[in-house]
């Protein structure tokens, strides 16, 4: 993927749709992916309701437009629903600026202001965001950029330890490009809105019954 990706190609990226969650095995065994790192992954940030009945993750980048929509309707459904659980992680995968947005944003994570960091930088519009335009929008979140800077060093290798969890893990599941998200064990690989979200969210209830 490049710089200026078009939408077509993000479409033609995100052909996928609604399906159920598929853990390709051989990879899954050679990576040592688990459902647990799917969805419990206590590197992996989250918010929404902890106790939630559904857990959805939520696959992203910092240049994902796409991204950022659809997390918009993410954003409104999770506040009006009251009961679902979100994990985020991040795949930084469209231009190097996409690799600094996810630094800063874990490393924000130590003094407990990632979803700060997190909302300050997918409100910024664009494909290829400059790192000075992510930096103002981080210093423009009150958080302490000294700390965050000394805390991105200190913990370089826990953070790409992360991101490199974060692809092992979307390349298990089977997902082509961005934007994706589980919702239970569905997997979209596309911007849905809010009507759309909603009625995914509807089936995996379903079907998580179902399973009982």
Same mark, same amino acid.
């Given at each position: 993927m490049t710089n200026g990706i078009s939408r077509k190609q993000f479409l033609r990226l995100a052909g996928l749709s609604a399906s159920l969650i598929a853990i390709d095995t051989a990879r899954a065994e050679e990576d040592a992916i688990t459902e647990d790192?799917?969805?419990n992954d #206590?590197? @992996?940030p989250? @918010?929404?309701n902890p106790k939630g009945d559904l857990t959805i993750v939520d696959f992203f980048d910092y240049n994902c #437009?796409?991204?950022k929509n659809g997390e918009k309707a993410l954003d409104?459904? %999770?506040k009006r629903d009251g009961n679902i659980r979100v994990v985020y992680k991040e795949l930084p995968i469209l231009s190097p600026t996409s690799i600094i947005g996810a630094r800063l944003a874990l490393a924000a994570r130590y003094q407990d202001k990632y979803l700060v960091v997190h909302e300050a930088l997918m409100d910024l519009p664009g494909y290829s965001v400059p790192q000075d335009f992510m930096m103002d929008a981080v210093r423009k979140a009150n958080v302490d950029l000294l700390r965050? @800077? /000394?805390?991105e060093k200190r913990h370089s290798d826990d953070i790409v330890r992360v991101l490199k969890t974060n692809l092992a893990v979307a390349q298990a599941v089977g997902f082509q490009g961005l934007p994706a998200t /589980? %919702?239970?064990v569905y997997k979209v690989n596309e911007a849905l809105n809010e009507k759309g979200l909603e009625r995914?969210?509807?089936d995996a209830r379903t079907r998580q019954k179902a399973k009982g």
């Open positions: 790192m799917v969805f #206590p590197e @992996s989250t @918010s929404g #437009p796409y991204c409104a459904v %999770v965050l @800077s /000394l805390d /589980l %919702v239970g995914v969210i509807a």
